[in-house]
Each structure stands twice: as structure tokens, then as C-alpha cells.
């Protein structure tokens, strides 16, 4: 079984910074790929961005070149960084993870994830 947290959400302005912080439980999550997704209001939950524990990175073209993905394995901490925020960024931020290795299909892809977090806000005005 594994545990994820997420924490670092907020209210913030367009074109603003924040990191999310994702901390998973259990002495394997190190060696999970994990992944970010997000759900904006009336909208399905959409990919965000993807980390395998060798460090490979994916990425949803709307974050290209904005977000960044990474993770601490000795923490077994993901984090995402974004920058130059957009209202369309606004949504509730999940991590998910897996005990298994994926495709690059599967890892961009919410079904093939077992573990959940709760959530985090992230609210971005114009």
C-alpha cells in the first residue's frame, strides 16, 4: 500500500511561480513512476506530467516548457514546479503512482494508476 500527500497549492497571479510537493509512503514508492495530473471545474481529470524513478520525464503539451517534474528518491518526494502560471491552470493537482513499470502510454494515462493523493488546490487569477 502507499500514502501520497500532496502540499503546496495557493492562490496566485498570472505569470506567478508555485512547487507542489508530492510525498509517497511505503519503502518502495522510490522505485514507482509517479505522476501528475490535474482536474479542472466541470472538466475531466487531464495528464500534467510524469517522472519514472530513472529520472525519463513526460509532459502534457500544454505544461511543455513551463512545468518541470522531479523527484527525490531518497525523500520519496515528486515535486512539480511551475512556472509562468495561467488561469487555465487553474484545478485541483493530484499525484498518482503505480507499482508496476509502464509505457509511455500507460504512464501519461490516469487509468493505469493505483494510488491516489488527495489533492491540492492551485488557483491561478488573471
Known amino acids: 500500500q502507499v500514502q501520497l500527500v500532496e502540499s503546496g497549492g495557493g492562490l496566485v497571479q498570472a505569470g506567478d511561480s508555485l512547487r507542489l510537493s508530492c510525498a509517497a509512503s511505503?519503502?518502495?514508492?522510490?522505485?514507482?513512476?509517479m505522476g501528475w495530473f490535474r482536474q479542472a471545474p466541470g472538466k475531466e481529470r487531464e495528464f500534467v506530467a510524469a517522472?519514472?524513478?530513472?529520472?525519463?520525464?513526460y509532459y502534457a503539451d500544454s505544461v511543455k516548457g513551463r512545468f518541470t517534474i522531479s523527484r527525490d528518491n531518497a525523500k520519496n518526494t515528486v515535486y512539480l514546479q511551475m512556472n509562468s502560471l495561467k488561469p487555465e491552470d487553474t484545478a485541483v493537482y493530484y499525484c498518482?503512482?503505480?507499482?508496476?513499470?509502464?509505457?509511455?502510454?500507460?504512464?501519461?494515462?490516469?487509468?493505469?494508476?493505483?494510488?491516489w493523493g488527495q489533492g491540492t488546490q492551485v488557483t491561478v487569477s488573471s
Open positions: 517522472i519514472r524513478s530513472g529520472g525519463s520525464t
Open positions: 498518482a503512482t503505480s507499482p508496476a513499470a509502464m509505457s509511455q502510454y500507460r504512464i501519461t494515462t490516469m487509468e493505469f494508476y493505483a494510488y
Open positions: 511505503g519503502r518502495t514508492a522510490s522505485t514507482y513512476p
